[in-house]
């Protein structure tokens, strides 16, 4: 069986969302990556921008001393580091599609620190950035082995939006201090509302802030038993992405990805989907197939291009040209904001319609009105993410 089998994907993807309720799963789910991609070690990191601090960081067995030596590294001295950070989310990034191997060789991290170890290049990928968050994982390969290949970096991406959300879902309950023995009757004391939900969306269970939030419809409401959002988009939306959990992990993807539920001028919300499979740690909520977890705090405002990914599967390329179109930008306008020619344009422009239903770009600059995030997050600085 290929070490990047469907059957490895799916069984590493459970593992991820069991960390949700088990934080000191991380360190186990890191190997298995290292494993898999057949690197030297992998570290993950989810952290606070405003003041640096970690909210959860992992890795998979290295060198302790040597770790904490990484800390003394400024994130613009770690080749390729501050690309990673700056760049699109889900997107594996090599050290050396950055920079040369040449350059790599002469730099002062290779030298002081990367090569007395035997190793060569990391492969880093943001999975988590949102308004106060930002999260990175990355894998180091050894000195004598080839660059990552491209097969193992969309394995990598493949992995990215489901440990987005196990660690968001995660983060809600450390705050409230809920551990891994969670069950039904647990969750009236978690400070976060959370539902029980079928393969369909009929509400199973709600603890007594979410019980709270159907009652009074917002952001999300109970119709016939039937869990509901404010706008039939949203609905469908999160029906597809409790549907695709009820299917199998390795097939919710992006969706329910941070799926903004509020509207707009209401306080940001988002639902975060979790599976609950059957023979995991989550099965302790059974027959329900999916949880849902309902942030508002101000990492509930993902950036406008993660909804409309998160919305209506667009393509990073596709949802830039839609925030242009949004703002009232021509065609003419837009590609040339967008650097790209007005062909291409257009053939994004095709696809775009097709993906959100629409027809003209009238009806996408209404679609962008009716689905802006209530709080813009900022870009992060080259020195707001610490080194874990």
Same mark, same amino acid.
């Given at each position: 069986?290929?070490?990047?089998?469907?059957?490895?994907?799916?069984?590493?993807?459970?593992?991820?969302?069991?960390?949700?309720?088990?934080?000191?799963?991380?360190?186990?789910?890191?190997?298995?990556?290292?494993?898999?991609?057949?690197?030297?070690?992998?570290?993950?990191?989810?952290?606070? @921008? %405003? !003041?640096?601090?970690? #909210? /959860?960081? $992992?890795?998979?067995?290295?060198?302790?001393? *040597?770790?904490?030596?990484?800390? &003394?590294?400024?994130?613009?001295?770690?080749?390729?580091?501050?690309?990673?950070?700056?760049?699109?989310?889900?997107?594996?990034?090599?050290?050396?599609?950055?920079?040369?191997?040449?350059?790599?060789?002469?730099?002062?991290?290779?030298?002081?620190?990367?090569?007395?170890?035997?190793?060569?290049?990391?492969?880093?990928?943001?999975?988590?950035?949102?308004?106060?968050?930002?999260?990175?994982?990355?894998?180091?390969?050894?000195?004598?082995?080839?660059? @990552? %290949? !491209?097969?193992?970096? #969309? /394995?990598? $991406?493949?992995?990215?939006?489901?440990?987005? *959300?196990?660690?968001?879902?995660? &983060?809600?309950?450390?705050?409230?201090?809920?551990?891994?023995?969670?069950?039904?009757?647990?969750?009236?004391?978690?400070?976060?509302?959370?539902?029980?939900?079928?393969?369909?969306?009929?509400?199973?269970?709600?603890?007594?802030?979410?019980?709270?939030?159907?009652?009074?419809?917002?952001?999300?409401?109970?119709?016939?038993?039937?869990?509901?959002?404010?706008?039939?988009?949203?609905?469908?939306?999160?029906?597809?992405?409790?549907?695709?959990?009820?299917?199998? !992990?390795?097939?919710?993807?992006?969706?329910?990805?941070?799926?903004?539920?509020?509207?707009?001028?209401?306080?940001?919300?988002?639902?975060?989907?979790?599976?609950?499979?059957?023979?995991?740690?989550?099965?302790?909520?059974?027959?329900?197939?999916?949880?849902?977890?309902?942030?508002?705090?101000?990492?509930?405002?993902?950036?406008?291009?993660?909804?409309?990914?998160?919305?209506?599967?667009?393509?990073?390329?596709?949802?830039?040209?839609?925030?242009?179109?949004?703002?009232?930008?021509?065609?003419?306008?837009?590609?040339?904001?967008?650097?790209?020619?007005?062909?291409?344009?257009?053939?994004?422009?095709?696809?775009?319609?097709?993906?959100?239903?629409?027809?003209?770009?009238?009806?996408?600059?209404?679609?962008?009105?009716?689905?802006?995030?209530?709080?813009?997050?900022?870009?992060?600085?080259?020195?707001?993410?610490?080194?874990?």
């Amino acid at each position: 069986m290929s070490r990047l089998s469907d059957e490895t994907l799916s069984s590493i993807i459970g593992d991820i969302y069991d960390c949700a309720l088990s934080p000191e799963g991380w360190t186990g789910v890191m190997t298995r990556i290292t494993t898999t991609i057949d690197a030297a070690y992998t570290t993950i990191a989810l952290t606070s @921008i %405003s !003041d640096s601090r970690g #909210r /959860f960081a $992992a890795r998979s067995p290295w060198d302790a001393e *040597r770790m904490r030596a990484l800390q &003394d590294y400024e994130l613009s001295e770690i080749p390729g580091l501050v690309e990673a950070v700056m760049g699109d989310i889900d997107m594996p990034l090599r050290t050396l599609a950055v920079i040369s191997e040449a350059e790599l060789a002469q730099s002062t991290f290779f030298l002081e620190w990367a090569r007395p170890q035997g190793l060569r290049e990391g492969c880093t990928t943001k999975f988590v950035h949102t308004a106060d968050r930002i999260g990175l994982f990355s894998s180091t390969t050894w000195a004598d082995r080839p660059p @990552i %290949s !491209d097969e193992q970096q #969309r /394995f990598l $991406a493949l992995l990215s939006p489901h440990l987005r *959300r196990a660690s968001l879902i995660g &983060d809600l309950l450390d705050q409230t201090r809920v551990t891994a023995g969670l069950y039904r009757g647990a969750l009236d004391s978690l400070a976060v509302p959370v539902i029980l939900v079928d393969g369909v969306g009929a509400v199973l269970h709600a603890n007594a802030h979410a019980a709270q939030m159907l009652t009074h419809g917002v952001p999300l409401r109970s119709r016939n038993g039937m869990l509901q959002a404010q706008t039939p988009v949203v609905s469908r939306a999160l029906l597809e992405a409790v549907a695709a959990a009820a299917r199998a !992990d390795a097939s919710l993807g992006s969706r329910g990805i941070g799926l903004p539920i509020s509207a707009p001028g209401q306080p940001p919300a988002v639902a975060y989907v979790l599976p609950l499979s059957e023979g995991t740690a989550r099965a302790v909520f059974r027959p329900a197939c999916a949880a849902i977890f309902i942030s508002t705090t101000i990492s509930a405002s993902p950036p406008q291009e993660d909804v409309l990914i998160t919305l209506f599967d667009l393509t990073p390329a596709e949802a830039r040209v839609v925030l242009r179109i949004g703002q009232g930008l021509s065609t003419s306008q837009c590609a040339a904001a967008l650097g790209i020619s007005e062909n291409t344009l257009k053939t994004h422009l095709g696809r775009i319609f097709a993906k959100t239903d629409t027809s003209r770009q009238a009806e996408l600059v209404k679609l962008v009105s009716t689905i802006a995030s209530p709080v813009m997050p900022q870009a992060p600085s080259a020195k707001s993410m610490e080194i874990q």
